[in-house]
Each structure stands twice: as C-alpha cells, then as structure tokens.
C-alpha cells in the first residue's frame, strides 16, 4: 500500500506533464523562395566515360508541420541539368535538359530552439521544358551509329525518382532559413530503352539548398 501511494504522486505528475505537451501548437504553414546547385550525371548501360554537369534550380516551396517531429515541404522549382561525356579525341560532349519539377519532402525536425537539425526525404517529378546539344568541333554524328543520341532530339521523356536532404533549419521569429546538402537518385531512363544505343540512363546527383520560409 505504501509502495502505491508513492507512486500515484509520479503517476499524476507523468499525466501532468503529458497533457502540457498535448496543449502545445506546433502548426506551422510557411511559404517560401529555394535555390540550390547540383553536380548531376547520367548512369549509361553500356558504360559511357561521364562527368558530373554543375546544373542549378530555383522556385518556390511551402513547409507544413502540425506535429512536433514531423511535417511536409513541397517544392515547384525550374532544374537545370544534364550531362558530359568524353569521346575520346574527337573531344567532349554536353547536353542540358531544363525541367519543371515537382517536389514533395517528408521532413523530420529535431528540436524546438533556434537551430533544428532535419532529414527530408521524398519523391520528385520532372518534365523536360528545353534541350541543348554540344557536339565537339568536327564531329559528325552522321559518320555514327543510327541509333546514336548524339546529334539527335530527345524525345519528351517524364522523369522521376528520390531525393533525400540532410541539414538544419534556424527559425528566427516568423522566418526559417533552411540549409541541407541532398542526393538525388532517378528511377525512370532518360532516354526510351530501343530508342538508342543506351540500354538505361539513369540520372543522380548531389549538391546543397538554401531556402528562405516566412511563416503566414
């Protein structure tokens, strides 16, 4: 009996405690401007000899969070991206593809202070918008393959696949900076497997965002 009288005490206190945290109003609805930078590259099958393209995207997001830990940020941004090649001696090859993409993060934020550590995770969907092709001096795509992709237009092909973020958030009052370094991994060929010489073209990448949320 005395053991339960102590410990009733702990009990109503535990309760206490739980039902001060319930009443807390975690909500947050921000609105927001992102930027970032990416070095991207394509996965060929057969292999090609691929370096990373520098590409860059900008838009606008919204951040929500009705919990304390867990929320959503979705992303519209325009992305520059693309690929290099080198084909030997006749020299290097560049194609950029700018898209319109649609992003949709699951975000995990740690802590209630000025600096919040994040994990953000969640698929991505992009539409191809333009092209550019750069075929090195002198070289003659009619002198390859037909079913070379170079010197040829891609056709209007939707990309999609993961994209995870890791950093922080600083929330200043009505604002929150946001910095995190991300990795991106494709899922769909960039190119119709039979309609070229490559089997797959899978496109990943890494780089870094900031962004800006003003919360209404």
Known sequence: MLHLLRILPLLFLSQLALAQLDSVDY????????????????DFTPNASVTTY??????????????????????LAYDRAGWREDLGTAGAYERQTDYAELLILTQFSVG?????????????????????????????????????????ELPFRINYGLVAGLGLNLEIGPLTLQVDGRYRQGFSNLIKPGESQASTSIRRGYGGQAALFYAL
Do not use: C, H, K
Request: charged fraction near 20%; hydrophobic fraction near 35%.
């Open 112 to 152: 209630r202070g000025v600096v919040q550590p994040l994990f953000q995770i969640g698929p991505y969907l992009s539409a191809p918008l333009a092209e550019r092709e750069s075929l090195p001096p002198g070289y003659d795509p009619a002198t390859q393959p037909a079913n070379t992709y170079y010197g040829r």
């Open 54 to 75: 520098p590409g860059q995207r900008a838009g606008v997001a919204l951040r929500y969070f009705d919990r304390q830990l867990v929320g959503f940020q979705a992303e």
């Open 27 to 42: 909500r947050r609805f921000q609105l927001g401007v992102v930027a970032g930078q990416a070095y991207q590259e394509v």
